[in-house]
């Protein structure tokens, strides 16, 4: 359940936080990126932030997203 239901739920929330053109530009930049490379939790953060000025700390807390 948390692995299949509340990651897409947060992804859908933070796109409605952010809006959805700088959520497809995150992703977009994201993937970009750290195509066939690693990944982590806190870079996902810090590009998440990066494409905002909106403070995402208690969005993090909310969903319960560590790293």
């Given at each position: 359940?948390?692995?299949?239901?509340?990651?897409?739920?947060?992804?859908?929330?933070?796109?409605?936080?952010?809006?959805?053109?700088?959520m497809e530009?995150?992703?977009?930049?994201?993937?970009?990126?750290?195509?066939?490379?690693?990944?982590?939790?806190?870079?996902?953060?810090?590009a998440a932030?990066?494409?905002?000025?909106?403070?995402?700390?208690?969005?993090?807390?909310?969903?319960?997203?560590?790293?």
């Open positions: 359940t948390v692995v299949y239901t509340y990651g897409k739920c947060a992804l859908h929330d933070l796109r409605r936080t952010i809006g959805t053109t700088a530009n995150l992703l977009r930049n994201y993937a970009s990126a750290h195509w066939y490379g690693i990944s982590t939790t806190a870079e996902f953060k810090a932030q990066a494409a905002t000025s909106v403070d995402l700390s208690s969005f993090w807390t909310t969903h319960r997203i560590d790293g």
